[in-house]
């Protein structure tokens, strides 16, 4: 299996995270799988796609099925909160995901993140002539540093001349939000982004695609296995008590129902499956 993480240029870090580049045999037809090993449903090879705030999924050479839509080309996730499951029908798959920042997506797409919450979309079916570009640059180029400089000069290209007035209180927000470990609630959102409550809802929705309910639950997972990573890249020992702790967990209990809930293992199981491939959780269980 080939895995590699490309991160985009620093102009563009507050909108995409990263480029996650893999190529990975995916025949269905021969393989048994094993029955204890959660990558293999119903005998198919599922790579996890983990809760996001939006990402985008290309593929070459290969037809996939992403939460039962069939794609062969750029699919476009809105923000989510559970595992999706990948799952390669025949042949290589080989592809890249796009992973965005909260509210990253609709800043450089202009989409209503709103209506494309929990949703998989194949840009094909779009009629969107920029996406169609950005998926032939994935088809016709080989060199994954070579894709993610055609990506990272697409994107760029889309940044808005001048700030939008949300665009920064959005990124207050979730500044507010990392600060006090996901301790805020919706109103102490409101008055950071000095916004009404009812207008800021509206607005944090279609930014990033979830209420701020969840993306509180989303965004404190996403630190905690951040940080389960990093320890176990640095050779060290995982406190599981210490860590989930540390990013705003009660307890054990707590964490593992919102492990269960958003990545569908315990942290535990995901301590297992967090090989350190980089200093994130892969999005793909390799």
Same mark, same amino acid.
């Given at each position: 299996?080939? &895995?590699?993480?490309?991160?985009p240029?620093?102009?563009?870090?507050?909108y995409?995270?990263?480029?996650?580049?893999v190529?990975?045999?995916?025949?269905t037809?021969?393989?048994?799988?094993?029955?204890?090993?959660?990558? &293999?449903?119903?005998?198919?090879?599922?790579?996890s796609?983990? =809760?996001?705030y939006?990402?985008f999924?290309?593929v070459?050479?290969?037809?996939?099925e992403?939460?039962?839509?069939?794609?062969?080309?750029l699919?476009?996730?809105?923000?989510?909160?559970?595992?999706?499951?990948?799952?390669?029908?025949?042949?290589? +798959?080989?592809?890249?995901?796009?992973?965005?920042?909260?509210?990253?997506?609709?800043?450089? %797409?202009?989409?209503?993140?709103? #209506?494309?919450?929990?949703?998989?979309l194949?840009a @094909?079916?779009?009629?969107?002539?920029?996406?169609?570009?950005?998926?032939q640059?994935f088809k016709? %180029?080989?060199?994954?540093?070579?894709?993610?400089? #055609?990506?990272?000069?697409?994107?760029?290209?889309?940044?808005?001349?001048?700030?939008?007035?949300?665009?920064?209180?959005?990124?207050?927000?979730?500044a507010?939000?990392?600060?006090?470990k996901?301790?805020?609630?919706?109103?102490e959102?409101?008055?950071?982004?000095?916004?009404?409550?009812r207008?800021?809802?509206?607005? &944090?929705?279609?930014?990033?695609?979830? =209420?701020?309910?969840?993306?509180?639950?989303?965004?404190?997972?996403?630190?905690t296995?951040?940080d389960?990573?990093q320890?176990?890249?640095?050779?060290?020992?995982?406190?599981?008590?210490?860590?989930?702790?540390?990013h705003?967990?009660?307890?054990?209990?707590?964490?593992?129902?919102? +492990?269960?809930?958003?990545?569908?293992?315990? =942290?535990?199981? &995901?301590?297992?499956?967090?090989i350190p491939? @980089?200093?994130? +959780?892969?999005? +793909?269980?390799?």
């Open positions: 299996m080939y &895995f590699q993480i490309i991160y240029a620093e102009i563009l870090r507050p995409i995270s990263r480029y996650v580049f190529r990975a045999e995916g025949s037809d021969t393989m048994t799988p094993p029955a204890d090993d959660p990558r &293999f449903v119903n005998g198919k090879h599922v790579q796609l983990l =809760p996001n939006g990402s999924v290309f070459r050479n290969a037809e996939i992403i939460a039962g839509t069939n794609a062969d080309g699919t476009l996730l809105g923000a989510n909160q559970k595992t999706l499951g990948l799952t390669t029908l025949h042949g290589w +798959f080989e592809g890249m995901m796009l992973d965005f920042e909260p509210g990253g997506m609709h800043v450089l %797409t202009s989409m209503d993140l709103q #209506q494309l919450s929990g949703k998989v194949k @094909s079916d779009l009629g969107d002539e920029g996406l169609a570009h950005l998926d640059i016709n %180029t080989l060199r994954a540093e070579e894709i993610a400089l #055609q990506v990272d000069a697409f994107f760029l290209e889309r940044l808005p001349i001048k700030e939008a007035p949300h665009d920064a209180r959005i990124r207050k927000v979730i507010a939000c990392d600060e006090v996901g301790n805020i609630s919706a109103a959102m409101a008055s950071v982004a000095c916004l009404g409550e207008q800021f809802l509206r607005v &944090f929705r279609n930014y990033v695609g979830i =209420p701020p309910k969840q993306f509180v639950r989303l965004r404190r997972f996403h630190r296995i951040q389960m990573q320890q176990a890249a640095q050779g060290r020992s995982i406190d599981l008590l210490a860590t989930v702790l540390r705003g967990y009660y307890d054990l209990s707590h964490a593992a129902l919102e +492990f269960q809930q958003m990545g569908c293992v315990s =942290p535990g199981q &995901f301590r297992m499956l967090g491939l @980089s200093e994130d +959780f892969s999005v +793909f269980f390799a």
